[in-house]
Each structure stands twice: as C-alpha cells, then as structure tokens.
C-alpha cells in the first residue's frame, strides 16, 4: 500500500508479510494465542485481538494517518524554508514474519521490522519467539533455564568467547 499527500512529493509505502497459525476447531486456542502475539509483536497491543484482515487494515489506516500528519507538518516547513524538493521522498515501512523452525512441539517464529523516514539509515528490530504449539504459550528465558541462570551463563560467556573467538570473528 502506498499513501501521498496533495503536491507533497513525499510517499509511503508498507509491505506487511505474516505467516500465522489457522487451525479450524481450535477449541485448545493455541492458534488464537499465537496468532495474537504475533499480531502484538508484528503491530502493537491494540491489534492483537483483531483478526488478520481487521488488524493489518486498521494497523496499514492508522500508519498512514500518522504519515500524512508527520508528512504535512514536514512539508509545510520545508516549504517555509524554501525548500520544494526535500532529499528522500520515500518512506517504507516492512514487516515480516515467519515460522523459522521446529522441534517437537515447539516452533520458532521471527519478526522483523524496519522502517525509513530520511536520514543516513533505516530503523530495524527483530523479535524472537518459541511458541509451544499445544497450548499457545511463548516461552520465556526461565522456561528454558535454571533460576539465577543469568549471571552463570555471563560467566560462561565471559570464559569461553576470549578462549574460542579471534578478534577477526568480531
């Protein structure tokens, strides 16, 4: 979907790709349950509850409210300036997200997000999730590790990346 505004030479484009669960019958909610973080982590909480086509239209509308009032503001002052071609024209937003794996019951699910509004560089940010896929749940890190785990694995790290890594690994 790409947005503009009226003799403003700015645009915005978005590209939302999602995998998502859908199992007809689930009366265990293990897919809502995903499906809902990965619409939280993909959107923001106020679309986790939303169905795929309510979520992404309503997320895909309000960012390009936020960019036509971002946009105006910009262009009005630039105008003031003198300004009538600014360097980047082109704003993008991209989200993505895909299952990346599975072992048994658990499956590893990405999101990436980046977005582009001028300067030297994109904004990115990457999520990861295990999900169990019986009930829904996302594991966290105490799922997974023993209480205190923290400070013991830094020292494990502290320990073996010195011993195993040369300068050129960094």
């Given at each position: 979907e790409t947005a503009?505004?009226?003799?403003?030479?700015?645009?915005?484009?978005?590209?939302?790709?999602?995998?998502?669960p859908v199992i007809k019958g689930d009366k265990e909610m293990s897919a809502t349950t995903?499906?809902?973080?990965?619409?939280?982590?993909?959107?923001?909480?106020?679309?986790?509850?939303?169905?795929?086509e309510e979520a992404a239209t309503r997320y895909a509308a309000d960012l390009a409210a936020e960019f036509k009032e971002l946009?105006?503001?910009?262009?009005?002052?630039?105008?003031?300036?003198g300004i009538d071609t600014?360097?980047?024209?082109?704003?993008?937003?991209?989200?993505?997200?895909?299952?990346?794996?599975?072992?048994g019951p658990y499956r590893s699910y990405i999101v990436n997000i980046i977005d582009?509004?001028?300067?030297?560089?994109?904004?990115?940010?990457?999520?990861?999730?295990?999900?169990?896929?019986?009930?829904?749940s996302c594991l966290t890190l105490d799922d997974l590790f023993v209480p205190d785990f923290?400070?013991?694995?830094?020292d494990i790290i502290n320990r073996y990346v010195p011993e195993n890594l040369s300068e050129e690994d960094f």
């Open positions: 503009s505004l009226a003799g403003c030479p700015l645009t915005h484009k978005l590209d939302i790709s999602l995998e998502y995903i499906r809902q973080a990965i619409f939280e982590a993909a959107f923001g909480e106020s679309y986790d509850t939303l169905n795929v946009g105006a503001a910009m262009w009005r002052g630039w105008r003031k300036a600014p360097e980047v024209t082109e704003w993008s937003d991209s989200i993505e997200g895909y299952f990346a794996g599975q072992n582009f509004t001028g300067g030297a560089h994109n904004n990115s940010s990457t999520q990861a999730f295990v999900f169990d896929t019986r009930d829904g923290d400070g013991l694995l830094t």
